[in-house]
């Protein structure tokens, strides 16, 4: 199932991080003259089955946008609280805004109010951010960064080394 291939894909992610750590502790010129070692051809080993379990599991994804929207709508918008923190630090303070919205989250919890609610409500955050800086750090959109260039760089990528692949056979 593809939960357990994610268990496993992280499971060899922390092995390999683990030995990587213990490595880095090992002086260089003992690796150099250990050429019996079979620590570095473990360690490929490793890589080879996260990658090919990777592989498997990303081969069968299916992006459902509408869905992904519907989960991340059931958090009552609580997953934008860092955006709302970051638009209120720039007036009144990082570690004031920072108060300021978990206690906002925690009353909304308390009384079962969606968070984009209470802090659209909330008489501080409307004092110092406008109705349209609330809407821009509750839309979702806003909160992206730069994933869709990301994406769409590995996704020009991947192109490119498949037109290689077919121009090279």
């Not at 019996?36 to 490929?44: K, L, R, T, V």
């Not at 609280?81 to 108060?99: K, N, Q, T, W």
Request: proline share 3%.
């Amino acid at each position: 199932s593809a939960s357990a291939e994610i268990v496993l894909i992280t499971s060899l992610a922390d092995l390999l991080s683990s030995l990587m750590s213990r490595l880095s502790k090992v002086s260089p010129a003992i690796i150099t003259r250990s050429t019996s070692w079979a620590f570095p051809q473990e360690m490929c080993l490793l890589m080879g089955a996260q990658l090919a379990l990777s592989r498997r599991l990303l081969s069968s994804l299916v992006v459902k946008p509408a869905h992904m929207r519907r989960n991340l709508d059931r958090s009552g918008g609580v997953v934008l609280s860092e955006a709302v923190m970051m638009a209120l630090a720039g007036r009144i303070g990082r570690d004031r805004a920072h108060a300021l919205v978990l206690r906002i989250s925690r009353e909304a919890l308390q009384r079962g109010q969606h968070f984009r609610d209470a802090v659209a409500a909330h008489p501080e955050v409307r004092r110092h951010l406008s109705p349209a800086r609330i809407a821009a750090a509750l839309d979702y959109r806003n909160s992206l960064g730069l994933a869709g260039r990301f994406a769409d760089d590995a996704v020009r990528a991947w192109e490119r080394a498949t037109a290689r692949r077919s121009r090279s056979r």
